[in-house]
């Protein structure tokens, strides 16, 4: 339960939550179908804030709400994060791409294909946006269930075709 200075806040806003609730006609639409009462809400986590570590970047290039927060907590000004998903000259940016997530994980294959072009689109976009505001490379961040790879795109690799490495590797996971 809440406790300190905020306490009587974050109660009073916890049961106007659950009355709200209470009162809603979903909730006994969710019932009548055989469903559970969702009847509380809890906001809390029980610990104390504090401020994540310095952060290694300048902007976040991107709306998500979970990214914006973990700026806001490391202490990134709120003029840093745009939110159009614009790069601009203050120095190094962060975006997050969760397109290919929800069809990766219910192997939705075609879906994550129709998906891929757009995830392509924004990273030419990005690629640009960061060159054209002096950045020297764009740190790509593929996230597996068991893996992390980064791939490293760096100014003058659009001319080096004949060096570029095999995408197999960098895409495939470790076998369990």
């Excluded at 994060?81 to 929800?102: H, K, Q």
């Excluded at 992390?148 to 095999?166: C, E, S, T």
């Amino acid at each position: 339960w809440p406790q300190g200075a905020g306490a009587g806040l974050w109660r009073r806003l916890l049961n106007d939550v659950q009355m709200r609730w209470h009162a809603d006609a979903s909730l006994d639409a969710r019932e009548s179908r055989g469903g559970k009462a969702i009847n509380g809400l809890w906001l809390h986590g029980g610990g104390s804030w504090a401020a994540l570590p310095a952060r290694p970047f300048a902007a976040v290039a991107d709306a998500d709400p979970v990214l914006r927060g973990w700026a806001l907590a490391a202490g990134l000004p709120r003029e840093a994060l745009p939110g159009d998903g614009t790069v601009d000259r203050r120095g190094d940016a962060v975006s997050i791409c969760r397109d290919l997530l929800v069809p990766a994980q219910f192997e939705a294959w075609g879906q994550w294909l129709d998906r891929l072009a757009r995830v392509e689109a924004r990273l030419r976009d990005l690629q640009r946006q960061c060159f054209d505001a002096g950045g020297d490379e764009l740190a790509l961040v593929l996230c597996g269930r068991r893996e992390v790879r980064i791939a490293r795109l760096r100014r003058g690799d659009g001319w080096k075709l004949w060096r570029r490495a095999p995408l197999a590797p960098l895409l495939a996971e470790a076998a369990t």
